[in-house]
């Protein structure tokens, strides 16, 4: 399908982390989801949760973004890309001093990243996070 046009290949020897993310206002609770994919697009493990009692959205993006570098790491990835559609996580691990009121978040966010020998991370269109973001509506 269209999803596999927009999808784009992490370089050789690297695995590439879609995150999807689906949220419920009615009842705070957040879906998340990662799919792991290698340098020819191969599915090699994808997995899911919910996160309730959420104070808002932004919470819930933060934890499912935490969520799915410690799995990720979980299953010995050394060099792994993580793409995710959301501005404001992927500017604070990029560029901390640009987004001062995140601090705290982009350390936490740095140090699980520093279990990785490399990593980066990356604005995804929905579009090519969209298997992700289907597995993540179904559990909200």
Same mark, same amino acid.
Request: aromatic content about 12%; charged content about 20%.
């Given at each position: 399908?269209?999803?596999? &046009? ?8 690297? +695995?590439?982390?879609?995150? %999807? *993310?689906?949220?419920?206002k009615r009842n705070n609770l !957040?879906? !998340?989801?990662?799919?792991? =994919? @290698? @340098? ?8 899911? =949760?919910? *996160? ?23 299953? #010995? &990835? #050394?060099? +792994?890309?993580?793409?995710? @559609? @959301?501005?404001?996580? &992927?500017? $604070? ?18 140090? $699980?990243?520093? !279990?990785?020998?490399?990593?980066? &991370?990356?604005? %995804? ?8 973001? $289907? ?6």
């Amino acid at each position: 399908g269209n999803a596999a &046009v927009s999808w784009k290949a992490p370089p050789e020897f690297w +695995v590439k982390c879609n995150i %999807g *993310f689906s949220w419920s206002k009615r009842n705070n609770l !957040a879906g !998340a989801s990662w799919v792991l =994919r @290698d @340098d020819k697009g191969v599915v090699l493990l994808h997995s899911r =949760r919910a *996160f309730a009692n959420l104070k808002n959205v932004s919470e819930g993006k933060f934890l499912s973004f935490c969520w799915a570098i410690e799995s990720i790491n979980s299953h #010995r &990835v #050394r060099q +792994v890309i993580f793409e995710l @559609d @959301d501005v404001c996580l &992927v500017g $604070l691990v990029n560029r901390p001093q640009a987004w001062p009121s995140f601090a705290y978040q982009a350390a936490e966010l740095h140090l $699980l990243l520093s !279990a990785f020998v490399d990593w980066k &991370v990356v604005k %995804g269109r929905m579009e090519s996070n969209r298997g992700a973001n $289907l597995i993540a509506q179904s559990v909200t």
